[in-house]
């Protein structure tokens, strides 16, 4: 069978995978959980370890023991949280209880600033700790602060130092006391000091992942105790280990860019003698201070340097062993606001620090995704807020073009979605959040997350399930058949796209105002256009032919450069391979005019690609890049091109938060079939002289077809309606926990928002709705269309089940053979979230939209 058949026949694969958080719950709890996702779908899950009493110890062995055997007796797949604490990287507190050897390391660089001329002038450097300046070194202590190199600068102006001035003063250090004879003018002491101190509170005792072995403690402490215990259910049962935002944590927050913040930075011993030997002079210019441009070399190499040895020294450790023992290693960093390509949160390079697992991997958390949200900063529970920008249109197309461009990955995107929302949010909100992802590349879910505790448990809800208490969970199979259909008709292929976007992180690291990827994607993805983000890692090895370059089999004819003033050297010669191969080179408002060692560039390329701005982008790209355009401007309107083993796919979604998108496409071939993964069903469409006619409630996805034939139903469109005006409707009631025993019926005589009923306001849990229309003639293929609907309805038609529908269009097709001439009966249970009822921190950050049935209901013919 095809993929797409075997989506109709409800027999793909499983992409999903939640979290199952682990307190100590009894052996009843946790079976009831674990079937709980098997009823809903989903046919693995990852067990999450941090808020287990006894991670390691034997209590932990005993759940995982009932966990274990009953997902082999089901035939679902676990994974594991790969530590005790969050993030990824505490060991178990192994490295903090018994190997300090292997604390993460930083290079500190104490600043003095003096007035020149004096003779047999003494300066003080005993105070070494950063985050005790205050106090004296501590010669004691197990890890005392070492002092690597002293060395001076003249200064030139506030924060800036001449860089020849540079000279290495250590030699007149002893015993804390340096003894200079301090040249005219004002100068600057920089003391480059080792330590383990000074980096974000929340990774203190945390492994170094500049270094294998600090690695392999997290490897012999966590990993290779479940194989001891299991070695027979790896690469079966156990399909893998899961690390959750390791990173440098040299620094608090997303914005940690080098010469930007002063920050203690990554370090590990014997680095200034490996890496810095012949020009470790240039070390002090890796904080603020500048040097008129001479500081972007040493910052470049550095810069290139650490996100080399995390990716080696920490992902590819952890890696080899799992491959080592027939199991995956996935994850995802922190790539907040931008991190992806800084330190503290983040790890320097996203395509670097994921590169050796076997999945590329993203996260999704407090309120990062909302309908709208898209253009500006807007307000959450973080100090600084979220980058709309980044979130829409950076985050989940950088981490497709990992998945699709690394040949590792094998096309698996996986995305951690869904925490932390805030009970506001429901399963709505949850399906626009996935087709968000799954419109954009991503093919794996990890959805956060069913929670056995105690209800309401405080820690990062909405939570799935909670034992019964959340009333939507009777829909989760909705949600999730959906998802798993989707992903599975778009996996196993290639995407397609010509046109690549260079990632900026290098360019990041040379220019503080380096335009980030996401704009020209953006511009791309509002006029339909798709693309890949390229990092220079991948120019290097792409195979550049006449008219295009290849990466992963994936062929571009087009590479946009997003505005910068430096770049690196080594991007010049590739750029000029690329034009001498007629492959078009797009520098978006401005060239880039120097190199890190401030070589002028902007000449030569002027010469190899054109300056263009962002709007202009759709403007200046072949006919080959534009496969579908719309007769009307669609910023909304998202657009993802796949070619599977079976068929070629384009799948349209919606992203307006509150208009239809009614539009004529022009598509440059002939697709047959349209197929709506949340009905599952296939129809056949037609596409004249390349003009396919497009409606899309917001929310709403459909794909169309090419390749196999299938047996499908005739296309049917409604031409007219009626409005069914109900009144006299009976309602009653029903919470999460007494479902289905309704109560408290009363009469409507009008739809409108429960929670503005008499006793309604925090009203959460099921509504039922019972009312009765007449119909003058029943015809062939009618729909029941509900309107408005918040957020779950389930329909009986003169006692025959509809269906359920949790998202826009709240439209039941071909029911004809259940309406009647003269008076029909009507049943809809609705089901909003716990947002109202619950009112948590983190819902304050939604709008809590009204309750239950709004209408207009309709008859459609």
């Not at 470790?280 to 470049?300: D, H």
């Not at 020294?313 to 931008?338: A, M, P, R």
């Amino acid at each position: 069978m095809t993929r797409l058949a075997d989506a109709l026949n409800n027999k793909t694969e499983n992409y999903i995978f939640p979290f199952l958080w682990l307190h100590g719950e009894d052996k009843k709890t946790l079976l009831g959980n674990i079937h709980k996702i098997y009823d809903s779908g989903v046919k693995a899950f990852c067990l999450e370890s941090r808020p287990h009493p006894d991670f390691l110890g034997d209590r932990w062995w005993q759940d995982l023991d009932i966990i274990l055997n009953e997902a082999k007796s089901l035939g679902m797949k676990v994974w594991i949280l790969d530590d005790s604490h969050f993030p990824t990287g505490f060991a178990n507190g192994k490295v903090k209880n018994d190997l300090p050897q292997y604390l993460k390391k930083y290079l500190y660089i104490k600043q003095l600033d003096f007035r020149g001329p004096q003779q047999d002038a003494t300066i003080i450097l005993k105070y070494l700790r950063p985050d005790r300046r205050f106090q004296p070194a501590d010669p004691n202590v197990q890890q005392p602060e070492k002092i690597l190199k002293v060395i001076a600068a003249k200064k030139i102006g506030n924060d800036k130092v001449d860089a020849n001035s540079l000279v290495d003063i250590t030699d007149s250090l002893k015993d804390g006391l340096l003894n200079w004879n301090v040249p005219d003018g004002e100068w600057r002491i920089f003391t480059l000091i080792e330590t383990i101190h000074g980096g974000e509170k929340e990774t203190e005792g945390y492994l170094n992942p500049l270094v294998s072995d600090a690695t392999k403690v997290l490897l012999n402490e966590v990993y290779k105790p479940h194989y001891e215990h299991y070695k027979e259910m790896f690469g079966n049962v156990i399909a893998g280990f899961f690390s959750d935002e390791p990173r440098f944590g040299n620094h608090h927050g997303a914005e940690s860019r080098l010469g930007i913040d002063e920050m203690v930075l990554p370090w590990r011993d014997g680095m200034l003698e490996e890496f810095f030997n012949d020009d470790y002079l240039q070390l002090p210019l890796l904080t603020t201070v500048s040097a008129n441009g001479q500081e972007k070399k040493i910052r470049y190499k550095y810069m290139n340097l650490v996100s080399k040895l995390y990716s080696h020294n920490f992902t590819k450790v952890l890696s080899d062993w799992c491959h080592e023992h027939e199991v995956n290693y996935i994850g995802h960093l922190i790539e907040d606001n931008g991190s992806h390509t800084r330190l503290g949160y983040g790890a320097g390079h996203y395509f670097r620090a994921l590169d050796a697992q076997d999945m590329a991997g993203i996260d999704v958390v407090l309120n990062q995704i909302m309908p709208g949200m898209d253009n500006t900063w807007f307000k959450s529970m973080t100090g600084a807020g979220w980058n709309g920008e980044f979130f829409h249109y950076g985050l989940a197309k950088m981490g497709a073009s990992l998945g699709h461009l690394d040949p590792k990955k094998h096309g698996r995107v996986m995305s951690e979605v869904f925490g932390a929302y805030g009970w506001a949010e429901g399963l709505t909100l949850m399906k626009f959040i996935a087709d968000h992802m799954i419109v954009r590349g991503v093919n794996h879910f990890v959805p956060h997350a069913f929670n056995p505790n105690k209800f309401p448990d405080p820690d990062c809800p909405p939570h799935f399930y909670s034992n019964g208490h959340e009333p939507e969970n009777r829909a989760y199979s909705e949600l999730f058949n959906y998802m798993n259909r989707l992903s599975h008709i778009l996996s196993g292929g290639q995407h397609i796209a010509h046109v690549a976007v260079l990632y900026h992180a290098e360019d990041e690291w040379l220019d503080k105002d380096a335009m980030p990827f996401e704009k020209p994607v953006k511009v791309l993805m509002q006029n339909q256009i798709d693309c890949e983000i390229t990092p220079l890692d991948y120019l290097k090895s792409a195979n550049i032919q006449k008219n295009y370059f290849e990466i992963n089999h994936e062929k571009f004819d087009t590479l946009i450069i997003p505005e910068t003033k430096y770049v690196p050297h080594e991007l010049l010669g590739i750029l000029k391979v690329l034009q001498q191969n007629d492959i078009k080179l797009l520098f978006v408002n401005n060239y880039p005019e120097q190199d890190e060692s401030l070589n002028n560039i902007k000449d030569v390329t002027e010469i190899l690609g054109t300056k263009i701005g962002l709007k202009d982008i759709p403007y200046n790209l072949t006919n080959k890049d534009i496969f579908v355009k719309a007769d009307t401007v669609e910023p909304y309107l998202r657009f993802y091109n796949y070619q599977n083993e079976d068929d070629h796919l384009l799948m349209f979604l919606n992203e307006d938060p509150s208009k239809v998108i009614d539009t004529t496409l022009t598509i440059k071939e002939k697709f047959a079939y349209q197929y709506d993964a949340m009905t599952n069903t296939m129809q056949n469409i037609d596409i004249v002289d390349g003009k396919y006619k497009l409606n899309l409630a917001p929310g709403q996805s459909i794909v169309l077809i090419k390749g196999n034939n299938y047996n499908v139903i005739s296309n049917n469109k409604s031409h007219h309606s009626v409005l069914l005006e109900p009144q006299n409707i009976a309602l009653s009631l029903a919470s999460a926990e007494s479902y289905p025993n309704f109560e408290s019926t009363r009469k409507l005589d009008q739809l409108k928002s429960i929670n503005l009923l008499d006793g309604l306001r925090e009203f959460s849990g099921n509504m039922k709705y019972s009312f009765q229309f007449n119909l003058d003639k029943v015809t062939e293929m009618m729909s029941l269309d509900l309107g408005t609907v918040n957020e779950i309805a389930t329909v009986k038609l003169n006692g025959h089940p509809l269906g359920t529908r949790i998202a826009y269009p709240y439209q039941f097709d071909n029911i004809s053979k259940f309406l009647k001439v003269g008076v029909n009966e009507v049943e809809i249970v609705v089901v909003n979230n716990l947002g109202i009822q619950q009112q948590d921190f983190l819902s304050q950050y939604m709008l809590i939209k009204p309750a239950g049935l709004l209408g207009p209901i309709n008859i459609k013919y």
